[in-house]
């Protein structure tokens, strides 16, 4: 059967999601980033922010609509009245004549079909009354979403009012990922963030009273070698005045070209070794003992991806994964900076369980630093990261 929903020109999608939202269905209500400016980030460098018109939205939602109607038309054939089975989403997938927007809805309707992330980079930038009613009219379109999320700044939260949030809430949205980065006012003066402790704090804090689960981003590594105490330290007592649901880590990469490539080039911004960085974590999962907030490591630029759990009532099994890279050998934490950073390993402890699978990668460990300046594991680190932005 050929798929029938309209072959119009396919949905606008904007570049990232977090990546807790990878079985969210994306919604772009504007494109890039009004700020722009964060040293390290190269998302949307050359690109100008805009607001799409809220007519354009809406008719991606009702594209969509469409797109689901035609999938669930062919899972019926096969008798599939509930879920869309690995088999049909696999048939459109493969499918030359299903549209774009028909894949993504087949893949979206497999995995549940009940999350959606609203993109770009600061969509509360809108006015808060367009994003309600496109809100409502996507929870309308679409009964089964329990769970709509995007990124905002705090800044932007600080200039909503709490009525406003609370229409968003209102209106659908669940959940709000913020870029906090750091807590520390000289990195984040440091990067531009744009935006202080105190914003951080404040926007933070509304989101929170209006009903909001809010998910801070903080960047391990960020602050450098200058102020990687107070970016620990300082990161930690913003969060915990926060108090967000959940805190997850991404580690900081300097992208080629990037303002922060510059800096470094300069001598400006001098980055951390992995060691030095998970002892960075460490520190600030100390300073986080009390803080009412989950954990989490699932980015895949982080070297150490099991850091998961409460803060306060985890706090020692967070720290063990963290103790264990460093109290290895420096042989051994070479050889596991190599097997992951090539792709060779996603777990320390799965990699510690098997001590002769450990030997090819102390050999390649010992192999970089030779031919190199030594600080070859870390060149690797980098050359990981660049592979997978
Ligand atoms: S606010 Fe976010 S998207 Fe915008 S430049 Fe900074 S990190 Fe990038």
């Known amino acids: 059967m ?4 309209s072959k119009a020109t396919a949905c606008e999608v904007g570049p990232i999601r977090p990546p807790s939202e990878a079985t969210s269905l994306l919604i772009r209500v504007s494109r890039n980033c009004p700020w722009n400016k964060c040293v390290f980030c190269p998302v949307y460098k050359g690109e100008k922010f805009s607001k799409r018109t809220e007519e354009a939205v809406m008719a991606d939602i009702d594209r969509l609509a469409q797109a689901a109607t035609a999938v669930r038309g062919r899972a019926a054939l096969t008798g599939e009245l509930g879920a ?3 088999e049909t989403c696999l048939s459109i997938l493969r499918d030359p004549a299903a549209t774009e927007d028909e894949k993504r809805v087949a893949l979206w309707l497999h995995r549940g079909g009940a999350h959606v992330f609203i993109q770009d ?4 930038a809108l006015p808060a009354e367009r994003v309600a009613r ?4 996507l929870c309308q379109t679409f009964p089964s979403v329990n769970r709509v999320t995007t990124y905002a700044r705090s800044r932007t939260l600080v200039a909503k009012s709490i009525d406003q949030l609370k229409t968003l809430r209102s209106a659908g949205l669940t959940r709000i990922h913020i870029g906090v980065e750091s807590g520390s006012k000289d990195v984040l003066a440091l990067i531009q963030k744009g935006a202080t402790p105190e914003h951080h704090v404040e926007g933070c804090r509304r989101a929170i009273e209006a009903g909001f689960e809010v998910c801070c981003y903080v960047m391990p590594g960020l602050g450098g070698r200058q102020f990687t105490h107070a970016h620990a330290d300082e990161t930690a007592t913003v969060l ?3 108090g967000p649901k959940h805190i997850r880590l991404r580690t ?3 992208v080629p070209g990037s303002p ?3 800096m470094h080039r300069a001598g400006a911004f001098q ?3 992995e060691d030095d960085v998970v002892a960075e974590i460490m520190r600030m999962l100390d300073g986080l003992v009390g803080a009412d907030s989950q954990i989490v490591s699932d980015h895949d630029f982080n070297l150490l991806m099991e850091i998961e759990g409460h803060a306060t009532d985890d706090a020692a099994l967070l720290k063990q994964t963290c103790e264990a890279f460093l109290a290895l050998s420096p042989e051994k934490r070479d050889a596991f900076i190599v097997a992951r950073r090539t792709g060779h390993a996603r777990s320390l402890n799965a990699f510690l369980k098997d001590p002769t699978a450990i030997q090819p990668f102390i050999a390649e460990a010992d192999r970089l630093k030779k031919i190199g300046s030594g600080s070859l594991v870390k060149g690797l680190t980098m050359d990981f990261i660049h592979r997978s932005i």
Do not use: G, P, R, Y
């Open 240 to 242: 915990k005045a926060i």
């Open 2 to 5: 050929t798929l029938q929903s």
């Open 84 to 86: 869309i089975s690995v």
């Open 252 to 254: 900081m990469w300097i």
């Open 260 to 262: 922060l490539d510059d």
């Open 271 to 273: 980055l951390l070794e």
């Open 134 to 137: 496109i809100l409502t009219h």
């Open 121 to 124: 980079a600061d969509s509360l």
